[in-house]
């Protein structure tokens, strides 16, 4: 396999533009290296492991720190780092990732369907809940209901539970109950305890579980996800994470454990106010967090979860730039299940309080337009909000929603305790799940447990 030497195309480059070039040129000699030589690339794993990681936190570097002077060749440097770093690693042939520059460019419909100005003026104009609404209930009835043998339909609801395994956390998220500085009561569940958990999750009917955890890189290893994913597969769940991203290695190894879904939001899409509400830790990168989803969708994950946190910044922006990402996603993995969530920040720590506020119609006219552009993709809600509004949207575009949560690690007991001093955010709507099953069941729906 000769192919023509990456040294020679970009030493100029890296001499010009690297702080210690004659490091950088090194990795590249060791990329060319493998790259020209069949015998190194069959016999030498770790090698070329070491060799793709490098360069991919190279490329993940070099994304931050975005002050080119020649943008055009920069570019073609990121997308010769990325596509090397996955050819060393055998990996599926592909093409460039490109959210970082998708989500700030200008939305294109592919049958025009809405352009960027009929979405902001849909959101911005309370007129328009009325008719959205209707529009958005008849996809979803269209795409997320069975027909009964009487002609009559039923809606089709899936139900999951969160599982938080661990509170621990490096990080400095402003709006976050869980970040490093807040005084909280930290849990980390250890396998029994996990198991103890899942086990009150199935009796009440859940084998649809998301495992949440915060980033703490000493006791949220990917060993630890990899161990609890074996486990809870064996009790016959159907098993997402929520976490920190992760290098693509590790989403390999959740996948490989019996992991189904990755859920990674991105809180804001504005870089200036990422920066602001992000200010230390891993979670700082913007990038790293951006890719997460492609990167596990490159090793084979089809169950990809999106959202934005409504309450940091301009939600009509924001949307726009979720919707450029769900787009672009779904056209590079066509066969993946998208979900789309909007989060609303009612409660954060102390010394928090959110800038931009997003009213129930609003919040209602953001997940129509979803629905319109997304027509069989989940639109997901969480106990966040209030029973009426859970009851509102599930009736008009919700096809999936969480019910009986508790955000606190360890949180499911027989005898619920005041969970303030451990829990990530209050949920508001507090009913059971035999409560929401009920009421879903009442109202013609037909409840999916599983997925
Ligand atoms: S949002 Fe996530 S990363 Fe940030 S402090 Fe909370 S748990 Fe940690």
């Known amino acids: 396999m000769k192919t023509e030497k990456l040294t020679e195309r970009f030493s100029q480059w890296i001499i010009e533009t690297e702080e210690h070039p004659e490091m950088r040129l090194e990795t590249l ?26 360069l991919e936190s190279w490329r993940y570097h070099l994304l931050k720190n975005q002050n080119a002077n020649d943008p055009i060749r920069k570019k073609e440097f990121l997308e010769m780092l990325d596509l090397t770093a996955n050819l060393i690693s055998v990996r599926k042939n592909r093409t460039p990732r490109k959210a970082t520059e998708v989500v700030h460019s200008r939305l294109i419909l592919e049958d025009n369907y809405f352009t960027e100005e ?37 809606k089709r609801m899936s139900l999951y539970a969160p599982l938080y395994l661990s509170n621990y956390c490096i990080n400095s998220c402003l709006y976050c109950g869980f970040r490093y500085s807040n005084e909280l009561n930290r849990i980390h569940l250890e396998m029994p305890e996990v198991i103890q958990q899942a086990e009150i999750l199935k009796e009440n009917g859940f ?36 976490i920190a991203p992760m290098k693509i290695q590790s989403y390999e190894m959740l996948f490989s454990a019996g992991a189904k879904g990755i859920t990674l ?19 700082s990168y913007y990038e790293w967090r951006l890719e ?52 609303r920040i009612y409660e954060g720590p102390d010394d928090f309080k959110p800038a931009f506020y997003v009213d129930d119609n609003t919040f209602i006219r953001m997940y129509c337009v979803l629905r319109s552009i997304f027509p069989k993709s989940h639109l997901v809600l969480s106990t966040r909000e209030s029973i009426p509004l859970r009851n509102k949207l599930a009736d008009i ?4 929603m969480s019910a009986g949560s508790s955000t606190a690690p360890g949180g499911y007991e027989s005898n619920r305790r005041n969970q303030k001093d451990r829990q ?28």
């Open 424 to 451: 990530q955010f209050p949920t508001t709507d507090n009913r059971s799940p035999l409560e929401v099953k009920e009421w879903l069941e009442k109202n013609d729906f037909e409840i999916n447990w599983i997925e």
């Open 29 to 54: 000699e060791k990329a060319d290296e493998l790259l020209n030589n069949p015998e190194l690339m069959v016999q030498s794993d770790e090698r070329r492991s070491h060799v793709a990681d490098t």
């Open 292 to 343: 997460g989803l492609e990167r596990a969708a490159e090793t084979g994950f089809q169950s990809l979860g999106l959202g934005i946190l409504l309450g940091l910044t301009d939600p009509v922006e924001e949307l726009i730039s979720l919707i450029r990402h769900g787009l672009y996603i779904q056209s590079r993995f066509p066969d993946s299940l998208l979900s789309f969530s909007l989060p």
């Open 397 to 400: 575009c919700i096809t999936k």
């Open 207 to 242: 084998k649809n579980i998301l495992l949440v955890a915060g980033d703490f890189p000493k006791l949220t290893s990917t060993n630890y996800f990899v161990e609890i994913i074996k486990e809870l597969k064996n009790m016959d769940l159907n098993l997402s994470v929520e």
């Open 118 to 154: 009929q979405i902001r003026n849909l959101i911005t104009n309370s007129s328009k809940t009325k008719e959205l609404s209707k529009r958005a209930q008849a996809i979803t009835r269209s795409n997320f209901s069975n027909p009964e043998k009487s002609g009559k339909l039923k």
């Open 265 to 283: 939001y991105q809180e804001t899409y504005n870089k200036e106010y990422y920066r602001i509400y992000h200010p230390k830790g891993t979670k």
